[in-house]
């Protein structure tokens, strides 16, 4: 059974930064291309990065590039994601997801229909 569990999520102000990370148990995290995605009140959860299952690969929302970094630690079975310089608009319940299949190809790094798994999310607020 997959277990997804983000934490570092909390309160900042804009132009600050803060981390979460997300610990998976259930399968092998290395043979799964992850992602975050974001939900802010009364929005549609939004694709934020990914990662491929190698971490070689990287894709980010136009919203957050240059500033969001998305990484992974295969050793750990946990993937990162920093974020600086954050706008108040970055406020949201932050998840991360998990691939169904095994070595994703690319092209499905940033489609929410690619992940069947899902943790529970962490709450980012950013002051203003």
């Known amino acids: 059974q997959v277990h997804l569990v983000e934490s570092g999520g909390g309160l900042v102000q804009a132009g600050g930064s803060l981390s979460v990370s997300c610990a998976a148990s259930?399968?092998?995290?290395?043979?799964?291309?992850m992602g975050w995605f974001r939900q802010a009140p009364g929005k549609e959860r939004e694709f934020v990065a990914a990662i491929s299952y190698t971490g070689g690969t990287t894709t980010y929302a136009d919203s957050v590039k240059g500033r969001f970094t998305i990484s992974r630690d295969n050793a750990k079975n946990t993937m990162y994601l920093q974020m600086h310089n954050l706008r108040p608009e970055a406020a949201a319940v932050y998840y991360c997801?998990?691939?169904?299949?095994?070595?994703?190809?690319?092209?499905?790094?940033?489609?929410?229909?690619?992940?069947?798994?899902w943790g529970q999310g962490t709450q980012v607020t950013v002051s203003s």
């Open positions: 997801a998990q691939q169904g299949t095994v070595w994703g190809p690319l092209r499905t790094l940033a489609r929410r229909e690619s992940y069947p798994y």
């Open positions: 259930g399968r092998t995290f290395s043979n799964y291309a």
